[in-house]
Nanobody, 120 residues
Framework: QADLVESGGGFVQAGGSLRLSCSVS????????MEWYRQAPGKERELVAS???????NYVDSVKGRFTASRDNAENTVYLQMNSLKPEDTGVYYC????????????WGRGQGTQVTVAS
């Protein structure tokens, strides 16, 4: 149905920046809402940011002012720009889009995850 490819994770020092990408391909019409989750060791999975098809965004309080979600609808790609990174931002980040498929159905996908490590 659809393939999701995440990229952009890595290792940075505190205060650094990373940009995550989530590209979707396959039999899709569009990406509706895209959610970004992170899973830190020993912690519950956390919804970090979301962006709707119309570009409306929401963020968990801990990343407001530092993270920015954006999207390129023509490329079926969604981004998460992460600035002023903190050690507590460390974790595996997953993109989870709600996809509108060409057959008219919808499907919640999940990327393979990308590791973000922020050193103090």
């Amino acid at each position: 149905q659809a393939d999701l490819v995440e990229s952009g994770g890595g290792f940075v020092q505190a205060g650094g920046s990373l940009r995550l990408s989530c590209s979707v391909s396959g039999s899709i019409s569009s990406i509706d809402v895209m959610e970004w989750y992170r899973q830190a060791p020993g912690k519950e999975r956390e919804l970090v940011a979301s962006i709707t098809g119309g570009g409306n965004t929401n963020y968990v309080d801990s990343v407001k002012g530092r993270f920015t979600a954006s999207r390129d609808n023509a490329e079926n790609t969604v981004y998460l720009q992460m600035n002023s990174l903190k050690p507590e931002d460390t974790g595996v980040y997953y993109c989870e889009p709600n996809l509108l498929l060409r057959d008219g159905s919808t499907w919640w996908g999940r990327g393979q995850g990308t590791q973000v490590t922020v050193a103090s």
